[in-house]
């Protein structure tokens, strides 16, 4: 019999195949299809001159007018009944030629994919913006910029997620907002969290010498340094055209002075073997792997691979066998001007982990101080969302970004099938653009999520319910939160140069963002306002 491990690695990849083969229709006859290349990320725009402390929880969002329910023992989110006779199903039919003649066949009413709490894309393109250019539409991945902005919604106690849902009328041709919100608890008090081993893979490439890059990586690898506990452990491994490590594994206790030495004697070199230094990584995280531990391997690189292999799926290879075996996740921070971001989200997506993107002092400290526990602990392995609508109230709907990260239906409880891993004190957004049948009322979607626990494996479960009633509102009265949600949702859109139901334009947009950020007194959302005023300048 052939170990479960491989079983689990054909599973995702048939998963993954299928998925891409699918591109969802947005509209009757209409496709759009996700570009493949995907760009983001950037590091650390200035010098890291202050230590770490408390971070926000970003802006507010009230709770909808869902019903929320406990883990269900049977399937849930349950398959939804046809459609009343005389009705059209319609659903996403993405498994359906978009044609003019009503199907025969209901259409698919489930939309399931794996969680992703990535916020690159929208770090890149921010980053991008404010150097005077356009994103790459191909690179801008909605629920990245969505997920930019922390919501408050309630949080469960221990491991797992809290599932609510809340919406509003998005105006054109009778379509609203569906926003499905996923939480997991707070991050324990430093002295209580599980002892970490982080092997950091630090890119010295000569390409690295630009200002913003290595230097601040420095600098933000000794703020955090001082933040570890004593029991923590670290490693550094650094790559140009070879790799080679600079600091096995290490107890911090009684030795930051040697490791700050050694983060010091970092220095860019010449070309950039992203493979041998993934290589290298992994060997050193498995060597220095600790029982009880949260190991982990943090890539800090531009991911502008040149030299040795530089074909994703045979790095990729590298990591998969230290994923499974020894449950070793990668977190891969993203910097430069110049940045290969496919190759980074590909990389933390085989590893089980996620990606983001610093270009200034202030978000390097979110990375590597407020946001640390995060980044490297994990409350819950394999999570995957299933939303059910109901036929008999929904003509038409479609899920807002994650077109990578898509999952067959029938596998949201096939566990050897890969899903998210997701850490203390995320929230994930799932936004759909929903149609309702005309007069609908009643019951809208059953909203679920599924996870094993990081440490038994345990599989659980928590669902939510929705109304029609829930959708009444105008979005741009609806809860700050969700307001905030649709601002984000809209502006990527427009980068993607799509044409979600409702869009304003982007001054109408930037004056909503702006009226959240001074509600709410929130910097990251007058950011957003800066940034989304900026694309606007440079699309005229």
């Known amino acids: 019999m052939r170990p479960d491990s491989e079983h689990r690695a054909e599973d995702r990849d048939r998963t993954r195949a299928s998925a891409r083969a699918r591109r969802r229709p947005w509209t009757r006859g209409r496709g759009r299809a996700r570009a493949a290349g995907l760009v983001a990320a950037a590091l650390v725009g200035g010098l890291l001159v202050t230590g770490c402390g408390g971070g926000s929880d970003g802006s507010s969002a009230e709770r909808g007018k869902a019903q929320r329910t406990g883990p269900l023992p049977g399937p849930a989110p349950a398959r939804p009944s046809a459609p009343a006779p005389g009705t059209e199903a319609e659903g996403e039919q993405r498994d359906i030629a978009p044609t003019d003649t009503p199907s025969p066949t209901p259409a698919d009413y489930l939309s399931t994919f794996a969680l992703d709490v990535d916020t690159a894309s929208y770090g890149y393109a921010r980053r991008t913006l404010a150097d005077g250019r356009l994103p790459d539409p191909k690179a801008v991945r909605p629920e990245e910029f969505i997920n930019s902005f922390r919501q408050n919604y309630p949080r469960p106690e221990g491991n797992g997620f809290s599932v609510t849902a809340d919406g509003a009328r998005a105006g054109g041709e009778g379509w609203s907002f569906l926003r499905v919100g ?13 002892p970490a081993a982080l092997t950091f893979v630090i890119d010295v490439s000569g390409s690295m010498a630009e200002p913003g890059r290595l230097d601040l990586v420095k600098q933000s690898l000794g703020v955090m340094t001082d933040q570890l506990r004593s029991d923590d452990s670290l490693a550094l491994v650094t790559f140009s055209d070879t790799a080679e490590t600079v600091l096995p ?11 700050h030495d050694a983060i010091d004697s970092l220095e860019p070199m010449s ?28 890539l800090l690189s531009d991911a502008l691979a040149n030299t040795g292999e530089t074909d994703a799926d045979a790095i990729l290879d590298r990591i998969s066998d230290a994923r499974r075996e020894h449950g070793i996740t990668l977190f891969g921070v993203g910097v430069g001007s110049e940045y290969g971001d496919a190759l980074m989200e590909r990389l933390a997506d085989k590893g089980d ?17 407020d946001e640390l526990p995060q980044n490297i602990e994990l409350r819950a392995r394999e999570a995957k969302a299933q939303v059910a609508f109901d036929p008999g109230t929904v003509q ?21 099938v890969d899903g998210g891993e997701v850490g203390p004190g995320h929230t994930v957004t799932a936004l759909y653009a929903v149609r309702l049948r005309p007069g609908a009322s009643g019951h809208v979607a059953t909203a679920g999520v599924r996870w094993l626990d990081p440490h038994t494996r345990a599989p659980h479960e928590e669902t939510t319910q929705i109304e029609a009633s829930a959708l009444d509102t105008d979005v ?19 980068l993607r140069q799509g044409a ?19 509600s709410a007194e929130d910097e990251d959302v007058r950011q957003l306002a800066e940034a989304i005023r900026r694309a606007d300048e440079l699309q005229i």
Request: glycine content about 10%; some cysteine.
């Open 182 to 194: 996923l939480a997991t608890g707070p991050a324990a008090p430093a002295s209580e969290r599980p």
């Open 249 to 259: 594994m290490t107890r911090v206790g009684g030795a930051r002075g040697r490791v």
């Open 271 to 298: 070309s950039t073997n992203l493979d041998a230094g993934v290589r290298t990584g992994y060997d050193t995280a498995v060597e220095g792997a600790r029982p009880g531990a949260t190991n982990r391997v943090v």
């Open 353 to 369: 982990g996620h990606t983001t993107y610093v270009s200034t002092p202030e978000e390097a400290r979110k990375v590597f101080c």
């Open 396 to 416: 038409r709907f479609r899920l807002i970004g994650y077109d990578d990260r898509q999952v067959a239906d029938d596998d949201y409880r096939n566990d050897r």
């Open 476 to 494: 741009w009265r609806s809860s700050p939160g969700l307001q905030l949600t649709a601002t984000a949702a809209y502006f990527a859109d427009s």
């Open 500 to 518: 979600l139901p409702g869009a304003p334009t982007l001054p109408q947009l930037a004056s909503h963002a702006d009226k959240l950020a001074r």
